[in-house]
């Protein structure tokens, strides 16, 4: 592990000699009777803090006060005070010069004693192992902690009594014991080395690389990049990434979208060769569940144990390239839960942000406090959209110090972008009224098209498209009756499976999984950034600029027809919910791409976009923009850094009504109740339906959701896996 770090040689040393002590004394507390006692079947839990006994052993041995401290706190944050709270250490139990007496310290302090003898034996061999060879003569006892220790226990003295410098380390070396522990408890996986993306994958770049992506192959520091859905932006990332990497530099790849992360997860296993899953990692908010669907084999429980064992990894310091959502690494900078793991893999790593036009304003403003405290620390970032407004690009810049130079696309004056540049891959047709008012003629224009992607704003939009289509005299025509859903609110196992249906159109004709895409693909904005595919054409509800050029992407996305494809653009929004997207910014966008000349061009789509966002963030936006931007604990990040703490950051980071929650529809409840008796966990979770929290309101309202079930319960529902949840 100590050998992965992105630190000079002399730091290493130090940082693996105070490592090894931990890890000597971490378990000591373990000998205690009554924790021993608890290993047994049956037995209740021993109910006190272990590693509270083995920061007293380790004080008592002289060690440093940073060691005591990342040993007394890798299970538990610092306890606020007298009061008892879930995850903090039970401030009664420290063994403070008066607490000594207590008669709970005492009970647990006999405890431990009553198993010296072979605990003294045991650590012998520890440290013989380690080669930890002063503490090997070491008598073992405990003593109370020290004066120095009480102020790092205290949440409001830490700032006054020790500099930044010394809390970092504190931070760095809990973070690792932590990390240390994690991987030790997951069998016998082992971290491997960091590799050289530029030495080990030497021919990463397409056999015919663009100008844009050789701009971005020598291209020495942060670089906002911006080229067409299709082009081959990733190649132009990870060429980037090669030459970006510092020594035992990380790569994260951070997308909006859990499908986007789940095929390029796929991807870059397949780029970096990485049959046995031990280089690149998936980390988003259902990993588990991602992995267990791509795991093949009949033994449900031992897939189950291989999904959660990657999982549990992929958060510690062990795959040294990770794709995430962006909220993953700010779960990190805003110090959430093990946020000290950044402290040793932030610096000298690479960081791709893709599609940042789906950032929202305060997701955008996190983004940026969070890119000036990775520059900071020697790391490298690219931003990477296919629609970026000038706005956005000058904004960056400035809140990073970029030059521009650091601002990359395609040029006229190189033969293959010009190609890029000059290809006209659409043509949009407005249609007056909405999609359910068109309905006929997505089934008649469905007939002369080999695929049809239809985009709808709503779920409940989407599925009323979808079942009055499979109505329609024209789609009964069609010789496989081929119309296919997908929108978010499936389960997890349904999704999937569409998801990869979809997705066997990619695989070359010839091979026996292959599968054309569906006649008719009926989806919400779940397809912008999430799936590789490419229909002939294409209809829309009116939409922000930027979603409508990601929906586009989705059609002709090569340009290989012959001729633009036909993209058409309803006028009206079919349902009056305004939270998506808002009817003046709709209205806006429509009327700007409606105006330009068809079929269109790359730049024309540009400079609509600029026209649509020509004055940046203004109002609530522009409010939430500077919130996240300024956020108090990353601005002031060396001055408000307590170790041993962390913070909610789903609270800071997520507002309430962008929220989601997972529920059991009721017609799925005796098949989730029998997967959980089977005790196949993640395949029951995988039953559950992901709904807003808007949504959840108006349910509890009607009485449709039972709160007092785990999980939440919708009730007077249907659910198929073809339309999803209907409520």
Same mark, same amino acid.
């Given at each position: 592990?100590? $050998?992965?770090?992105?630190?000079?040689a002399?730091?290493?040393?130090?940082?693996?000699?105070?490592?090894?002590?931990?890890?000597?004394?971490?378990d =000591?507390g373990?000998a205690?009777?009554?924790?021993?006692a &608890?290993?047994?079947?049956?037995?209740?839990?021993?109910g006190?803090?272990?590693e509270?006994?083995?920061a007293?052993?380790a004080s @008592?041995?002289?060690?440093?006060d940073?060691?005591v401290f990342a040993?007394?706190?890798?299970?538990k944050?610092?306890?606020p005070g007298?009061?008892?709270?879930?995850?903090?250490?039970?401030?009664g139990?420290?063994?403070?010069?008066?607490?000594v007496?207590?008669w709970?310290?005492q009970?647990?302090?006999?405890?431990?004693?009553?198993?010296?003898e072979?605990?003294?034996?045991?650590?012998?061999m520890?440290?013989?192992?380690?080669?930890t060879?002063?503490? =090997?003569?070491?008598k073992?006892?405990l &003593?109370p902690l020290?004066?120095?220790?009480?102020?790092?226990?205290?949440?409001?003295?830490q700032t006054?009594?020790?500099?930044?410098?010394?809390?970092?380390? !504190?931070? *760095?070396?809990?973070?690792?014991?932590m990390? $240390?522990d994690?991987?030790?408890s997951a069998?016998?996986y082992?971290?491997?080395?960091?590799?050289?993306?530029?030495?080990?994958?030497?021919n990463?770049?397409p056999?015919?690389?663009?100008?844009?992506q050789?701009?971005?192959s020598k291209?020495?520091?942060?670089?906002?990049l911006?080229a067409?859905?299709?082009s081959?932006?990733?190649? $132009?990332?990870?060429?980037?990434?090669?030459?970006n990497?510092?020594?035992n530099?990380?790569?994260f790849?951070a997308?909006p979208t859990?499908?986007?992360?789940? $095929?390029?997860?796929l991807?870059?296993?397949?780029?970096?060769?990485?049959?046995?899953s031990?280089?690149? #990692?998936?980390?988003h908010?259902?990993?588990?569940?991602s992995?267990?669907?791509m795991?093949?084999?009949?033994?449900?429980?031992?897939n189950?144990?291989?999904?959660?064992?990657?999982?549990?990894?992929?958060?510690?310091?062990y795959?040294?390239?990770?794709?995430?959502t962006?909220?993953?690494?700010?779960?990190?900078? /805003?110090?959430g839960?093990?946020?000290?793991?950044?402290l040793?893999?932030?610096?000298?790593?690479?960081?791709v942000?893709d599609e940042?036009h789906?950032?929202n304003?305060?997701?955008?403003g996190l983004?940026?406090?969070?890119?000036?405290?990775?520059?900071?620390?020697?790391?490298?970032v690219?931003?990477?959209t @296919?629609?970026?407004?000038?706005?956005?690009?000058?904004?960056?810049e400035?809140?990073?110090? =970029?030059?521009?130079?650091?601002?990359?696309?395609?040029?006229?004056?190189?033969a293959?972008?010009k190609?890029?540049?000059?290809q006209?891959?659409?043509?949009i047709?407005?249609l007056?009224?909405?999609?359910i008012n068109?309905?006929?003629?997505?089934a008649?224009e469905?007939?002369?098209?080999?695929?049809?992607l !239809?985009?709808?704003n709503?779920?409940?939009?989407a599925?009323?498209?979808?079942?009055?289509?499979k109505?329609?005299?024209?789609?009964?025509q069609?010789?496989?009756?081929?119309?296919?859903?997908?929108?978010?609110?499936f389960t997890?196992h349904?999704?999937?499976?569409?998801?990869d249906?979809?997705?066997?159109?990619?695989?070359?004709?010839?091979?026996?999984?292959?599968?054309?895409l569906?006649?008719?693909?009926?989806?919400?904005?779940?397809?912008?950034?999430s799936?590789d *595919?490419d229909?002939?054409?294409g209809?829309?509800?009116?939409?922000?600029i930027? &979603?409508?050029?990601?929906?586009? #992407?989705?059609?002709?996305?090569r340009?290989?027809?012959?001729?633009?494809a036909?993209?058409? /653009?309803?006028?009206e929004q079919?349902?009056d919910?305004?939270n998506?997207?808002?009817?003046?910014?709709?209205?806006?966008?429509?009327m700007?791409?409606?105006? =330009?000349?068809?079929p269109l061009?790359?730049?024309?789509?540009n400079d609509?976009?600029d026209e649509?966002?020509g004055?940046?963030?203004?109002g609530?936006?522009?409010?939430?923009?500077t919130e996240?931007?300024?956020y108090t604990p990353?601005?002031?990040?060396k001055? &408000?850094?307590?170790?041993?703490?962390?913070e909610n950051w789903v609270d800071v980071?997520?507002?309430?009504?962008?929220?989601?929650?997972?529920v059991?529809?009721?017609?799925?409840?005796a098949a989730?109740k029998?997967l959980?008796e089977?005790k196949?966990?993640?395949?029951?979770n995988?039953?559950l339906v992901p709904?807003?929290l808007?949504m959840?309101s108006?349910?509890?309202?009607?009485?449709?959701?039972?709160?007092?079930?785990d999980p939440?319960l919708v009730k007077?529902?249907l659910?198929s896996?073809e339309i999803g949840?209907e409520v």
């Open positions: 592990m100590v $050998a992965n770090l992105p630190f000079e002399a730091k290493k040393r130090r940082i693996s000699k105070d490592l090894d002590l931990c890890i000597a004394f971490h =000591l373990k205690a009777t009554g924790f021993q &608890s290993l047994e079947k049956h037995t209740p839990r021993w006190h803090r272990h509270i006994l083995s007293a052993a @008592a041995a002289g060690v440093k940073s060691i040993v007394l706190t890798h299970h944050t610092l306890p007298l009061i008892a709270i879930t995850g903090c250490l039970p401030n139990e420290l063994p403070y010069l008066d607490h007496s207590n709970l310290w009970d647990i302090a006999k405890e431990w004693y009553a198993n010296l072979p605990l003294s034996e045991e650590f012998r520890i440290c013989e192992y380690l080669g060879d002063d503490m =090997l003569d070491k073992l006892s &003593s020290s004066d120095n220790i009480f102020h790092w226990l205290q949440r409001d003295e006054k009594y020790f500099d930044y410098k010394q809390r970092e380390y !504190v931070s *760095l070396l809990r973070g690792l014991m990390s $240390a994690h991987i030790a069998s016998n082992m971290p491997m080395p960091i590799l050289s993306l530029r030495k080990t994958f030497p990463l770049a056999p015919q690389p663009y100008g844009f050789v701009a971005a291209h020495n520091g942060n670089l906002i911006r067409p859905t299709g081959g932006k990733t190649d $132009a990332a990870l060429l980037w990434a090669q030459l990497q510092q020594h530099g990380r790569l790849y997308l859990t499908a986007s992360i789940n $095929a390029m997860y991807r870059l296993k397949y780029c970096f060769y990485d049959t046995d031990r280089l690149v #990692g998936l980390l908010s259902r990993t588990v569940s992995l267990y669907s795991f093949e084999g009949d033994d449900a429980l031992a189950q144990r291989r999904a959660r064992t990657i999982s549990s990894l992929v958060r510690e310091m795959f040294p390239i990770r794709v995430c962006p909220h993953q690494i700010l779960r990190y900078t /805003l110090q839960k093990g946020w000290e793991a950044m040793s893999e932030f610096p000298h790593s690479v960081f942000f940042i789906a950032y304003p305060k997701l955008m983004t940026m406090a969070t890119a000036k405290y990775l520059i900071q620390h020697k790391a490298r690219l931003f990477l @296919a629609t970026l407004p000038t706005f956005l690009r000058k904004l960056i400035l809140e990073l110090n =970029l030059k521009p130079d650091d601002f990359i696309v395609p040029s006229y004056a190189n293959s972008d190609q890029i540049l000059e006209k891959r659409h043509t047709k407005p007056d009224g909405n999609v068109n309905i006929q003629i997505i008649r469905a007939t002369t098209a080999e695929s049809t !239809v985009v709808c709503h779920v409940d939009t599925q009323e498209v979808y079942k009055q289509l109505n329609q005299k024209e789609y009964k069609l010789e496989d009756h081929s119309v296919v859903l997908l929108h978010s609110r997890r349904d999704r999937n499976n569409i998801e249906a979809l997705m066997c159109s990619k695989r070359p004709k010839d091979d026996p999984s292959h599968k054309p569906p006649k008719i693909l009926v989806a919400t904005q779940v397809i912008e950034v799936l *595919l229909f002939k054409q209809f829309t509800e009116p939409a922000p930027e &979603s409508i050029v990601q929906r586009m #992407g989705r059609i002709n996305r340009a290989e027809q012959p001729q633009p036909r993209v058409y /653009l309803f006028r079919y349902s919910d305004e998506v997207y808002k009817k003046a910014l709709r209205d806006k966008s429509l700007i791409i409606t105006g =330009l000349d068809m061009s790359e730049d024309e789509l609509a976009a649509v966002y004055n940046g963030y203004t609530k936006d522009l409010d939430q923009f996240g931007r300024d990353l601005k002031e990040f001055r &408000s850094l307590i170790a041993g703490t962390s980071l997520i507002e309430k009504n962008e929220g989601t929650a997972d059991l529809p009721e017609p799925l409840a989730y029998s959980k089977q196949l966990t993640i395949a029951a995988d039953l709904i807003g808007w959840k108006d349910l509890e309202k009607h009485g449709r959701l039972d709160t007092e079930q939440w007077d529902c659910y896996k949840l």
